[in-house]
């Protein structure tokens, strides 16, 4: 039987050899609580609002789930984007950001790295940095209207979070990092496929071309309809899309990348509500692992960006239908 580790990097690679389904994100020790999460994210605490390091009003109302970026055209940060350097003041993330790894790096060394994979999260990424800016019609528009001032200001975010990878790479050295960016909605995407290749394409080719070349996994979380565009991020270099919502042609898409890139996800967070039942939980799962269960490099678990779920009962029981799964069709869990 292989570890949980194995058992992800075969799914994950062309001709590789599982003996069962990837389970969630069980494969995984996440490393949390590094010093530039904790200085980019810091603010977002249950019951406050706040302005985040660029600027950007955060909300996280104490009975909410989450922390929420809210922006208006009031407040946003770009108010012209043609005069935009006048307004951004990017987060000196080396100069904050060089101490305060010892914990995270003992977390680190003390991880069974036989049975796991080390991993982090980056949240944020470039194309929700510029709606986390100025309004999210803005930012469509100015795409059109304002190409030259967004491929300058997409560069500056690119350069910001590849210093970020850097960080992490250089304190960490993580087996795989959780890149966050959603670039569309349940059913299409936010642009067309054109846009998305003239303004994106190349400035995560360039990010993620850094992580290979230190030995990192890249996993690209995208909860969104991203079919048009799935060819295009195994080109750059997307070792598994994460995220993979149902709305997804997730058959086709298999048989199109050819193992190219790995799909994970497939169960609709529908399910991850308080009061959803341990009934209604199971047969999602089922519904999942019966449509899907049999693809090469599919990978069930969960749409969201990180382990756990919101509502603490639902996952458990996710984990357990794949491994009941697992038992039923492989033998082992």
């Given at each position: 039987?292989?570890?949980?580790?194995?058992?992800?990097?075969?799914?994950?690679?062309k001709?590789g050899?599982?003996d069962?389904?990837v389970?969630?994100y069980t494969?995984?020790?996440?490393?949390?609580?590094?010093?530039?999460?904790r200085?980019?994210?810091?603010?977002?605490?249950r019951?406050?609002?706040?302005?985040?390091r660029?600027?950007?009003?955060?909300?996280?109302?104490?009975?909410?789930?989450a922390?929420?970026?809210?922006?208006?055209?009031?407040?946003?940060?770009?108010?012209?984007i043609e005069?935009?350097?006048?307004y951004?003041?990017v987060?000196?993330?080396r100069?904050?950001?060089?101490a305060?790894?010892?914990?995270v790096q003992?977390?680190?060394?003390e991880?069974?790295?036989?049975?796991k994979?080390s991993?982090?999260?980056m949240?944020?990424?470039?194309?929700?940095?510029?709606?986390?800016?100025?309004t999210?019609?803005?930012?469509?528009c100015n795409?059109?209207?304002?190409?030259?001032?967004?491929?300058g200001?997409i560069?500056?975010i690119?350069?910001?979070?590849l210093e970020y990878?850097k960080?992490i790479?250089e304190?960490?050295?993580?087996?795989?990092i959780?890149?966050?960016?959603?670039f569309?909605?349940?059913?299409?995407?936010f642009?067309?496929p054109?846009?998305?290749?003239a303004?994106?394409k190349?400035?995560?080719r360039?990010?993620?071309?850094?992580?290979?070349?230190?030995?990192?996994?890249v996993?690209?979380?995208?909860?969104?309809?991203?079919?048009?565009?799935?060819?295009d991020m195994?080109?750059i270099?997307?070792?598994?899309?994460?995220?993979?919502?149902p709305?997804?042609d997730?058959?086709?898409?298999?048989?199109?990348l050819?193992?190219?890139?790995?799909?994970?996800?497939?169960?609709?967070s529908?399910?991850?509500?308080?009061?959803?039942?341990?009934?209604?939980i199971?047969a999602?799962?089922?519904?999942?692992l019966e449509?899907?269960?049999?693809l090469?490099?599919f990978?069930?678990?969960?749409t969201?960006?990180g382990?756990?779920?919101?509502?603490?009962?639902?996952?458990p029981?996710?984990?357990d239908g794949i491994?009941?799964?697992?038992?039923?069709?492989?033998g082992?869990?």
């Amino acid at each position: 039987m292989l570890t949980e580790k194995q058992n992800f990097l075969e799914t994950m690679k062309k001709g590789g050899h599982p003996d069962r389904l990837v389970n969630c994100y069980t494969a995984f020790q996440a490393l949390g609580g590094d010093p530039v999460f904790r200085y980019v994210r810091g603010n977002r605490v249950r019951g406050t609002s706040s302005r985040d390091r660029w600027g950007t009003f955060i909300a996280f109302p104490a009975d909410q789930p989450a922390a929420v970026p809210i922006v208006t055209a009031e407040n946003q940060v770009i108010q012209d984007i043609e005069s935009w350097q006048d307004y951004v003041k990017v987060p000196d993330l080396r100069g904050n950001c060089s101490a305060g790894w010892e914990a995270v790096q003992k977390a680190r060394a003390e991880m069974d790295t036989g049975e796991k994979l080390s991993m982090t999260v980056m949240g944020t990424g470039i194309f929700e940095q510029l709606h986390m800016l100025m309004t999210f019609e803005d930012t469509l528009c100015n795409l059109l209207l304002y190409p030259d001032e967004m491929h300058g200001l997409i560069d500056v975010i690119t350069e910001y979070r590849l210093e970020y990878m850097k960080l992490i790479v250089e304190n960490l050295h993580p087996d795989a990092i959780v890149s966050h960016d959603d670039f569309g909605a349940q059913d299409s995407l936010f642009m067309s496929p054109e846009v998305w290749r003239a303004f994106f394409k190349e400035p995560y080719r360039k990010l993620y071309d850094y992580l290979h070349a230190n030995g990192v996994i890249v996993i690209h979380h995208a909860d969104s309809f991203c079919e048009p565009i799935a060819e295009d991020m195994a080109e750059i270099g997307v070792d598994v899309w994460q995220g993979v919502l149902p709305t997804n042609d997730i058959v086709g898409l298999t048989r199109r990348l050819d193992g190219r890139m790995a799909l994970m996800g497939g169960i609709d967070s529908v399910v991850d509500r308080a009061d959803a039942t341990e009934e209604e939980i199971r047969a999602e799962v089922r519904r999942c692992l019966e449509k899907y269960g049999e693809l090469a490099h599919f990978m069930p678990g969960m749409t969201y960006g990180g382990p756990g779920s919101l509502y603490p009962h639902v996952e458990p029981v996710i984990i357990d239908g794949i491994k009941r799964w697992n038992r039923e069709h492989f033998g082992v869990c």
